[in-house]
C-alpha cells in the first residue's frame, strides 16, 4: 500500500487517540481544573510517541510549573538534517458548557466532525504527528525531536523561558509549528506571518464622586461619556484603525479571503458591513486592528441617574509584521492621552507584549512541503497570515536563526476554535498526516 492508503487505514487509531485525549480536561489553570489533568495529558503523549520509535521521552518543568513533553528519534544518518516537531496538549476552558451542542469532553461525530475541546486546537496536530509517523514506520530518513507544551493557551511564556535556557535540546534544521491550519476544509495552507500584539487598560476620572444627573447634569463632566469619545477615535467611519503613528494602508500580497468566505466564517449578520478599505486579507493580516475587549461601568440593570465619575476598558491592539509591538503601544497610549476631551484624567496601564512574527519562505523545507501539499491534497499550497499571536515563533527566530519555521495543522474556519462546539475535520487529519508523512520522507535539507 502507498503512504495514502497506509494513513487511510489508521483514520479509526488517530479517532481512539483523539478521543483519549480530549477526554482529559487539560486546561493549564488550577483555578480551573486541576493540575493533574495536565500531567495526564503528558503522560499519555509521552506513551503515545514512544510507540513510535522516540527515545528519551521525558517532562521538562518550565518556569511556569507546566510540563513541556521533549524526546528524540535519530535516524540512521547522523548527517541527516532534523526536524523539531511542535504541538501543545493544553486546551482553552469550554466557557459556557450550555452553549455546546456535545459534551465538551467528549469526542463526538456530528455531520461528519468531531467534536470536543482541543479537537483542533491543539490535540488534533498531535494525533496528526502519530498518524504520519505510524505510517511511515521505521521509513524516517531524517532526525526528528518532539516538543509539546503545556501552558500555550495560557500565555505564561514557560517554553519561551525552556527554550532560551535550552538552545541545544531544541536546535533543529526546520521546525514544524503545528498550531496553525488551513484556509478551509481541502484547502492547504502555510501561515508566513503572525500579528503581535499590545493591550492596554485605560482609565478616565472626571469627578471626586458619583453626583445626581439632573442636579449636575450638563457642565459636569460625564466619564463615561468621555471614555466612549476616546474609544471612538480610534476607528473612523469605515472602520480603518486610525492611531496616529500607525499605518494602516498596508496591503497582503498572499492569499486572499474572499468576503463571502469571511462572512460566513465569521457569522456577520445579514447587512452588517465588514469594515475598513481595504481587502478582508488587508485587514486581517497587514494592517493594526484595535478591539475593545471590555468596559468597567454600572450595568443597565441596577444602574443609578447619576453622572460617572470615573470608567475604564481594556484595549487589544494587534500588530502586523513590519511594525514593532512596543512603538505600536506607546502609539496607542499617545493617542489615547491626546484624545481626552473636556480635560478629564487619562492613565493608561500597558499590559501584554508580543511580537509579530513573518517567516522565512522559499528554502528547501518551504519547498518540499509545498510538494508535499499539492500531493496531498491536488492543488497548490496557499499562503496566509493569522490575526492571532504564537511569541515562542519569535524565540524559536532568534534562538535559531538558520532554522526554516513552518506554521500548519489541521485547523481552519470550521474549528471554532477557543469557543464552544470546537471541531475538526477527520479528512483535514488525514490530509495533513499524508503531507507531512510525505514532507518527512522526501525532506533534504
Aim: hydrophobic share 45%; with cysteine.
Amino acid at each position: 500500500m502507498g503512504l495514502r492508503a497506509d494513513i487511510d487505514a489508521l483514520m479509526g487509531r488517530a479517532r481512539t487517540d483523539l478521543a483519549e485525549l480530549v477526554a482529559i480536561p487539560s486546561v493549564a489553570d488550577p483555578r480551573q481544573f486541576p493540575p493533574r489533568e495536565c500531567t495526564r495529558a503528558a503522560n499519555w503523549v509521552v506513551d503515545r510517541f514512544a510507540e513510535v520509535g522516540f527515545t528519551g521521552l521525558s517532562l521538562r518543568e518550565t518556569s511556569d510549573g507546566s510540563n513541556a513533553v521533549y524526546g528524540v528519534r535519530p535516524c540512521a544518518d547522523p548527517d541527516a538534517p532534523t526536524v523539531l516537531l511542535y504541538a501543545h496538549y493544553d486546551v482553552q476552558p469550554p466557557l459556557d458548557e450550555a452553549e455546546w451542542s456535545t459534551p465538551p469532553f467528549a469526542l463526538t461525530e456530528v455531520n461528519g466532525r468531531w467534536y470536543g475541546r482541543g479537537a483542533a486546537d491543539c490535540k488534533g496536530n498531535i494525533v496528526m504527528h502519530l498518524t504520519a509517523l505510524r505510517a511511515l514506520g521505521d521509513d524516517i530518513p531524517v532526525n526528528l525531536k518532539l516538543i509539546v507544551e503545556g501552558s500555550e493557551e495560557q500565555g505564561t511564556g514557560g517554553l519561551e523561558d525552556f527554550v532560551e535556557r535550552h538552545p541545544g535540546l531544541l536546535k533543529a534544521d526546520t521546525i514544524l509549528v503545528c498550531d496553525t491550519g488551513n484556509a478551509a476544509v481541502g484547502v492547504p495552507a502555510a501561515t508566513v506571518t503572525l500579528r503581535g500584539l499590545a493591550n492596554v487598560v485605560v482609565t478616565v476620572g472626571a469627578l471626586a464622586g458619583e453626583v445626581h444627573s439632573g442636579m449636575f447634569g450638563g457642565p459636569a463632566p460625564d466619564a463615561l461619556a468621555a471614555l466612549i469619545h476616546i474609544l471612538s477615535s480610534l476607528r473612523d467611519r469605515a472602520g480603518n484603525t486610525t492611531i496616529a503613528g500607525l499605518d494602516n494602508t498596508r496591503t497582503w500580497t498572499g492569499a486572499p479571503y474572499p468576503d463571502a468566505q469571511f462572512r460566513a466564517d465569521a457569522g456577520l449578520h445579514d447587512g452588517v458591513a465588514l469594515l475598513g478599505d481595504g481587502t478582508v486579507a488587508d485587514m486581517l493580516w497587514a494592517r493594526p486592528a484595535v478591539t475593545v475587549l471590555g468596559i468597567d461601568c454600572p450595568p443597565v440593570v441596577g444602574s443609578a441617574a447619576a453622572i460617572q465619575p470615573r470608567a475604564r476598558a481594556r484595549l487589544n491592539l494587534r500588530v502586523p509584521p513590519g511594525t514593532d509591538a512596543a512603538k505600536a503601544q506607546d502609539a496607542l497610549i499617545t493617542h489615547l492621552h491626546a484624545a481626552a476631551p473636556w480635560g478629564v484624567r487619562v492613565t493608561v496601564e500597558p499590559e501584554a507584549l508580543g511580537q509579530p512574527f513573518e517567516a522565512r519562505t522559499g528554502g528547501p523545507a518551504f519547498r518540499a512541503l509545498a510538494a508535499a501539499m499539492h500531493e496531498s491534497y491536488g492543488r497548490e499550497m496557499a499562503t496566509l497570515g493569522q490575526g492571532g499571536s504564537i511569541p515562542l515563533c519569535n524565540v524559536f527566530a532568534s534562538t535559531y536563526p538558520e532554522a526554516e519555521i513552518i506554521l500548519i495543522g489541521v485547523e481552519e474556519p470550521l474549528a471554532a476554535i477557543h469557543a464552544p462546539n470546537e471541531s475538526v475535520d477527520p479528512a483535514e487529519i488525514a490530509r495533513m498526516a499524508h503531507a507531512e508523512a510525505l514532507f518527512l520522507r522526501h525532506y533534504r535539507g
